[in-house]
């Protein structure tokens, strides 16, 4: 019998050095000395596919040798990374020709950097996806999470993605443990889904069935920031698995806290995916109502209820042939709240935002005491100043 595998993603490390306005991880670093270690990491499953995120993962010096240790046990990997360790990247990939990278990407450069808190991280992200392309990497391309902010750069960042031949990734705001966040929230909905539907009529008239599927991918976005059921279900933690710095294995990175299935540093795999505290965690995201519509929880279902999207793609694209456009009225809540039969308050309420709520951060114990004295943007740029020389902390 076929060995079943499974879709994970690995959060290396939950240090960052950007400053993201929707994500306060950078806060709240892990401590170096308890990240996830390879001896974890070779007791992990085998997967079709792995992304391996954080925190920003090339602030690991020994990323390299996670990377061979995955690709071991995983047909695809990719990387999401803020873009702004070049060097590392480069050298990475030289190895790896066959790695994905995701360098996240906001906006234009003013509105990027804005966001980004990195005051070179548009052109730090571009040039490196640029170099990458130039090395003949295939699979490389940009990850944006549409918001008010920038809902406008949307289209013009995709024509840039498009002329590279580069890969294009949106996500819109979420709030969970994993991101320090409970306050996220889209105000100007109308507008944001504008956006997107333009997005979705490009892609739709491509001639890339990938894209087509991607324009999906979006209809559901537009779906989500009006606070809607997710358009499919979400399966997490049956065939998906999240494992954090400290080998906890979780469902996803959406929950409000941290969902623990079991700790991997603790015991095997076969024992810990079959454990009772697995089961109930199971049963959890059965009745979860967060919605989330986040490439990692959409993408496994997409394949698994692959009728429905496909559904969907013929008819759009039928229509496109036709010369009828795709149309956010396509979704009766744009429809009820531009005819006010319910209100954005109403909207809101719907969200996962809590103005009043403390997000809780999933760090350990020792972690969390790191941080008695000091705040996690000074421990963090102490470490990276100390791998590569004093003048980082000068850049940023
Ligand atoms: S909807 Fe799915 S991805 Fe989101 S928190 Fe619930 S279980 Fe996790």
Redesign the pocket.
């Known amino acids: 019998m076929l060995e079943k595998k499974l879709n994970g993603t690995i959060i290396v490390t939950y240090r960052c050095n950007a400053r993201c306005s929707m994500c306060n991880r950078y806060k709240a670093p892990s401590r170096p000395e308890e990240e996830i270690t390879l001896d974890t990491i070779r007791k992990l499953p085998k997967m079709y596919f792995t992304n391996i995120t954080g925190g920003e993962p090339f602030i690991r010096t020994d990323l390299k040798d996670i990377v061979r240790e995955l690709y071991k046990k995983s047909d695809r990997i990719v990387i999401s990374t803020n873009g702004y360790f070049t060097e590392r990247i480069v050298e990475l990939a030289k190895e790896f020709p066959q790695i994905g990278i995701r360098i996240s990407i906001e906006g234009l450069e003013k509105t990027n950097n804005e966001i980004r808190g990195l005051e070179n991280g548009f052109k730090r992200g571009y040039d490196t996806l640029k170099t990458l392309k130039k090395m003949g990497l295939t699979d490389v391309g940009f990850g944006m999470t549409v918001q008010d902010r920038n809902a406008k750069d949307l289209v013009p960042l995709y024509e840039i993605s498009d002329e590279l031949g580069m890969e294009f990734a949106t996500a819109s705001l979420h709030n969970s443990f994993y991101f320090v966040e409970s306050k996220n929230i889209i105000k100007k909905r109308e507008i944001v889904a504008k956006n997107f539907e333009v997005l979705i009529n490009r892609l739709l008239s491509s001639n890339s069935p990938k894209k087509w599927f991607r324009a999906y991918f979006n209809h559901g976005l537009i779906n989500y920031i009006y606070g809607q059921k997710?358009l499919l279900p979400?399966d997490?933690s049956f065939d998906t698995f999240f494992i954090d710095p400290y080998g906890d294995v979780m469902?996803?990175n959406?929950?409000k806290d941290k969902e623990v299935m079991g700790n991997l540093n603790a015991t095997n795999w076969d024992d810990l995916w079959n454990s009772k505290k697995a089961e109930k965690v199971r049963k959890k995201?059965r009745k979860?109502d967060?919605?989330?519509w986040?490439i990692g929880?959409v993408a496994p279902a997409m394949h698994k209820y692959i009728w429905k999207p496909a559904y969907w793609v013929l008819l759009h694209k039928i229509k496109n042939f036709l010369g009828i456009k795709y149309s956010m009225y396509e979704n009766r809540i744009v429809c009820d709240l531009r005819d006010g039969i319910v209100s954005d308050f109403e909207l809101d309420k719907r969200s996962t935002c809590d103005l009043n709520a403390v997000a809780k951060n999933g760090l350990s114990k020792a972690s969390q005491e790191q941080l008695i004295n000091k705040n996690g943007e000074d421990i963090v740029d102490a470490d990276i100043a100390n791998q590569m020389g004093r003048d980082y902390v000068k850049k940023l």
Do not use: A, H, I, Q
């Open positions: 997710r979400c997490m469902p996803c959406g929950t995201v979860c967060r919605n989330c986040m929880s």
